[in-house]
């Protein structure tokens, strides 16, 4: 089964509203989850390391007012992204550490319309 | 920079063919490396890990040259369910996150 799930695996939004996405470790704790971000035919890029309680960590160029990044608890670290125009649609994919093992969520295609 | 750099592809080939993807990484303290394949609109899941011994695992086998910062992977007999694209992965220090290279896409073709 899933260790790592991520929620909503699609979501469509207005522009300028601001959306959230969730990524929950399944029965461990993870400590570091990472954010990534794919557009169609390229890598995965890393946005930010989120560390549970603390301040994510961000990739240069990537701006933190916009990408909102909570780990409140062991096992959820949710991305919200802010006022979205259409160029923030995109893959967004969150991994996390546990026991040395990088585990991937299912992804959420956002579509900003 | 941190970079992964990949063949660029696309690669063609039957069923039954042998290919083989490289990949070079610029950080040479780099301490991790796997080959992750993705589907389409899918997340990663990881293909295997590679060792500067070498490793096989059924049909692919995965070669680290730390020396000229090099890492392939080799697919013998393909099959159509190998269709994908393979992504070269590095890792810099343990708990740090995963560098993807872009990857290379892989069609096989009856």
């Known amino acids: 089964g899933a260790v790592v799930s991520q929620h909503p695996s699609r979501v469509i939004c207005k522009s300028g509203t601001s959306v959230k996405i969730e990524c929950r470790s399944l029965?461990?704790?993870?400590?570091?989850m990472f954010w990534y971000r794919q557009f169609p035919k390229q890598s995965l890029m890393l946005m930010a390391t989120?560390?549970?309680?603390?301040?994510?960590?961000?990739e240069q160029g990537v701006e933190k007012d916009k990408f909102l990044i909570n780990h409140a608890s062991l096992t959820l670290s949710t991305l919200t992204v802010t006022s979205a125009h259409p160029e923030d649609s995109s893959f967004y994919i969150c991994?996390?550490?546990?026991?040395?093992?990088?585990?991937f969520g299912e992804g959420s295609w956002l579509t900003v319309v | 920079r941190k970079e992964v750099e990949q063949d660029p592809g696309p690669f063609n080939v039957p069923e039954g063919a042998t290919v083989a993807f490289n990949c070079t990484y610029s950080?040479?303290?780099?301490?991790?490396f796997f080959w992750y394949r993705q589907d389409c609109r899918k997340e990663p899941k990881l293909l295997m890990s590679?060792?500067?011994s070498g490793n096989e695992d059924g049909r692919f086998t995965a070669q680290l040259n730390r020396a000229s910062q090099y890492i392939s992977l080799l697919i013998r007999d393909s099959k159509l369910s190998d269709s994908a694209t393979y992504l070269c992965?590095?890792?810099?220090?343990?708990?740090?996150?995963?560098?993807f290279g872009k990857g290379t896409t892989l069609s096989v073709s009856s």
């Open positions: 991994s996390a550490n546990i026991r040395n093992t990088i585990y």
């Open positions: 029965d461990f704790q993870a400590t570091t």
């Open positions: 989120s560390n549970e309680g603390s301040k994510a960590t961000y």
């Open positions: 950080n040479s303290a780099s301490q991790s």
């Open positions: 590679v060792y500067s």
């Open positions: 992965v590095v890792k810099e220090q343990a708990g740090t996150a995963l560098i």
